[in-house]
């Protein structure tokens, strides 16, 4: 079972909101982690969103909307990526991450968010 | 401004070795990580380890370890990600990027290199 989780696919209308889950393995509690998020257009390179532990603990990237936000949910050991007010431009996939183990970088596998 | 310029695109065949650079410019480059990202053809992102140029400091991937090695030339400020013998699965997409350590996690990669293409084809 892989570290990180992501569904591989999400479709929104714009306008609407997007709800993106990373999900730890079984095992490891998500509590303790940071999530980073990540953000890859099609034939762009990779962007940092934002990273969200808790809500004295996040930080948003540099020139990152706030329609960009992150959460947990404790229930289902997950990381969370909010998007709201949707636009055609947010099409992209999209990667959480932790620093696993106090030792290396995972990536979740990746979601592919269409705005249709 | 921060810059992590990648060296240019390489075409290898099976069994060659080959060294990439990443120059950072516009921030302390001894002050900062540097990493290396893979993404296959069609497929996700991979950490594959860091180096502090500070000290040469390197930490890798356990998927990586022992393929790759991660070195940097604090002088002229580049890092590099280099292969003894490369295999047609190093086929890849290759990214630097630029991290901080606070008390032992590495934080966000906020810097991006451009990237570089190798291909691995006989």
């Known amino acids: 079972q892989p570290v990180l989780t992501q569904p591989t696919s999400l479709s929104a209308s714009p306008g609407a909101s997007a709800r993106f889950t990373c999900t730890l393995r079984s095992g490891i509690n998500v509590g303790t982690y940071r999530i980073y998020w990540y953000q890859q257009k099609p034939g762009s390179l990779p962007r940092y969103l934002l990273r969200y532990k808790s809500d004295s603990d996040k930080q948003q990237g540099s020139g990152v909307p706030s329609r960009f936000s992150g959460s947990k949910d404790a229930s289902t050991n997950a990381g969370l990526l909010l998007i709201s007010g949707l636009q055609s431009e947010d099409e992209a996939d999209y990667y959480c991450a932790i620093w696993y183990s106090s030792t290396h970088v995972v990536f979740g596998g990746g979601t592919k968010l269409t705005v249709l | 401004e921060v810059q992590l310029v990648q060296s240019g695109a390489e075409v290898k065949k099976p069994g060659e070795s080959l060294k990439i650079s990443c120059k950072g410019s516009g921030y302390s480059f001894t002050s900062y990580w540097i990493g290396w990202v893979r993404q296959m053809p069609g497929k996700g992102l991979e950490w594959m380890g860091i180096i502090y140029p500070g000290d040469s400091d390197t930490r890798y991937s356990p998927s990586f370890q022992g393929q790759v090695t991660i070195s940097a030339d604090k002088s002229i400020s580049t890092a590099y990600l280099q292969w003894s013998s490369l295999k047609a699965s190093d086929t890849a997409m290759y990214y630097c990027?630029?991290?901080?350590?606070?008390?032992?996690?590495?934080?966000?990669?906020?810097?991006w290199g451009q990237g570089t293409l190798v291909t691995v084809s006989s």
């Open positions: 990027v630029r991290s901080s350590i606070e008390f032992g996690e590495l934080l966000e990669m906020d810097y």
